[in-house]
């Protein structure tokens, strides 16, 4: 079974700090995905990454940066952290496209709350 | 961007009876996805059909697709407490070209509740 794990499953931090949420994933997958889901707005795509080292915008970039110096991790960095950046934090992987079904398997969530 | 839409936003059963949650999208898939998320925690997938599929079946989930009305349904019979979950549909892109061909696109949600 493929695993996604997530560093914290509830951080606290204050404004201003630098925050590190960090995916690893046990399965070779070459794509990472980090979203952010708020009440009643579903998910929404940060950043994702197809392969080491590379990444991609996805819908709400600004106030994150990503990482991803091996395949297996995938971190997501608020510079910066500011209230409305308290949320709930999903990473995700799949295989690409062309390995077949392009599902995306999910780690447990963080829950970060910035005051 | 939201591409899928979920209908309801939220619906409640007894348990033992169908539940049906709709999704609606705007531009052509290569497949969509219905995952579940359990309060608080990831999202796992469920199922996933293909744009040339019509129905496809997994245990007690039933999923349609109709391509022409850019419209899928999810099917959970004979629903038990524990289907108590949101539900969320995720399409994939027409095309597979581009970094962009490996985003999938999720909708808000229903949430189900099944009660006891």
């Known amino acids: 079974d493929v695993k996604v794990t997530q560093s914290s499953r509830y951080l606290v931090k204050r404004t201003g700090e630098k925050v590190f949420l960090e995916c690893v994933q046990d399965?070779?997958?070459?794509?990472m995905f980090w979203y952010r889901q708020d009440p009643g707005l579903g998910l929404r795509l940060i950043y994702f990454s197809y392969d080491v080292k590379m990444k991609e915008k996805g819908d709400i970039p600004e106030g994150y940066s990503v990482s991803r110096e091996k395949k297996e991790r995938f971190s997501l960095i608020l510079e910066s952290a500011s209230t409305n950046q308290t949320s709930m934090y999903l990473c995700?992987?799949?295989?690409?496209?062309?390995?077949?079904?392009?599902?995306?398997?999910f780690g447990p969530g963080t829950r970060l709350t910035v005051l | 961007s939201q591409q899928g839409e979920e209908d309801p936003q939220a619906l409640s059963i007894q348990e033992g009876e169908n539940a049906t949650m709709n999704c609606s999208y705007k531009t052509s898939i290569n497949n969509l996805q219905w995952y579940r998320q359990n309060s608080g925690r990831g999202l796992v997938h469920l199922i996933l059909i293909r744009s040339n599929e019509r129905e496809k079946h997994s245990g007690r989930l039933r999923v349609t697709l109709d391509t022409s009305k850019k419209s899928s349904s999810l099917l959970i019979t004979a629903s038990r407490a524990a289907d108590t979950a949101s539900y969320f549909c995720?399409?994939?892109?027409?095309?597979?070209?581009?970094?962009?061909?490996?985003?999938?696109?999720f909708g808000k949600g229903t949430k189900l509740s099944v009660i006891p």
């Open positions: 995720a399409t994939a892109p027409g095309l597979y070209s581009g970094a962009g061909s490996y985003q999938l696109t």
């Open positions: 995700a992987s799949s295989l690409n496209p062309g390995q077949g079904y392009n599902e995306q398997f």
């Open positions: 399965m070779d997958h070459e794509n």
